[in-house]
């Protein structure tokens, strides 16, 4: 799935090529149109794929940002403001191109499911292969609630703090660490590579309960949480099934990650455990980590 630093180098790569574009035509595979009259949810929320679709012709592209794992198109047209949010899930992943032909790999050939084209040849293609991932049409953000439930951005300065008293909290004192950090609204965009990571350059077991670890260490958990989430920004993210930016490249921050899918610690050489924390299977060194 998709963390913050692979939905910031969407982010990153679609600002250039599409804000201030114009959206003139709008396409819907027959799978989300299908699946939504079967009553079932499929990537479009909360509008029918036709009203969708209609909604979104002839809006312009004012701004692109991240927040958290969210992708937020800041749109307009005819002087109103809407906001498309985009969430990838675990296999999403956005084109720029000119021709559908560009996307190489199949399994997202495939799985093409909105088509936006700004000109006759240039199109914005969302692909995801499992169809876990959602776009919802908004005013603004306030008409979904849980965007205000989110922890505050790791970079910014208040991050620490807020992560220090919700840790605190009665409600996650006897949960493990690892489950806690993935939290969204204790930390922003902490997936289970990344928290997998700062765990094992923290020597921390995942299954440690929150409230077992001092002030101090969870100061420098936190700050190996954002030190690696940058490092990972700045190589692209990490590519380790699905992820690709919008020029269907791979990010290069698989090949730094040390524990994340290993079979032996890269320190001591034991073989790695797993176990099951929070739904998500996690890799640990049971000599490094305690």
């Given amino acids: 799935m998709p963390e913050l630093p692979e939905v910031e180098g969407v982010v990153r790569a679609l600002q250039p090529v599409v804000t201030g574009k114009v959206i003139r035509h709008v ?9 939504i009259n079967e009553g079932k949810a499929c990537i479009i929320k909360g509008m029918d794929p036709e009203m ?17 794992k969210y992708i937020f198109f800041y749109l307009n047209k005819n002087n109103i403001d809407y906001v498309l949010v985009n969430h990838l899930g675990m296999t999403g992943a956005w084109f720029h191109v000119h021709s559908l032909n560009e996307i190489t790999e199949s399994k997202f ?3 093409i499911h909105i088509v936006l084209t700004f000109e ?10 499992r169809r876990f991932g959602e776009m919802r049409l908004l005013h603004s953000i306030e008409e979904f609630p ?3 439930e989110i922890a505050p951005e790791p970079f910014s300065e208040e991050a620490l703090t807020h992560f220090l008293a919700i840790s605190n909290m009665p409600k996650y004192a006897n949960k493990p660490v690892k489950e806690v950090i993935m939290d969204g609204h204790v930390i922003a965009g902490c997936g289970n590579i990344y928290a997998t990571e ?13 409230s077992r670890i001092s002030e101090k260490r969870k100061t420098e958990l936190f700050r190996t949480i954002v030190a690696i989430l940058q490092e990972s920004i700045n190589v692209g993210g990490s590519s380790i099934s699905d992820y690709r930016n919008i020029n269907g490249e791979a990010g290069g921050m698989q090949n730094r990650l040390q524990m994340y899918g290993k079979k032996a610690c890269p320190i001591c050489h034991t073989n790695t455990k797993q176990m099951v924390i929070s739904g998500r299977n996690s890799v640990y060194c049971p000599k490094c980590q305690r």
């Fill in 146 to 148: 849980p965007l205000l």
């Fill in 198 to 210: 700062s765990l094992f350059r923290m020597k921390i077991h995942p299954s440690r309960k929150i």
């Fill in 120 to 129: 006759e040849d240039e199109f914005l293609v969302y692909a995801d292969i």
């Fill in 52 to 68: 969708f679709s209609d909604a979104l012709e002839n809006m312009k592209i004012k701004e692109i940002k991240r927040r958290s």
């Fill in 27 to 35: 396409q819907v595979s027959n799978t989300i149109c299908t699946s």
């Fill in 109 to 111: 050939q495939k799985h």
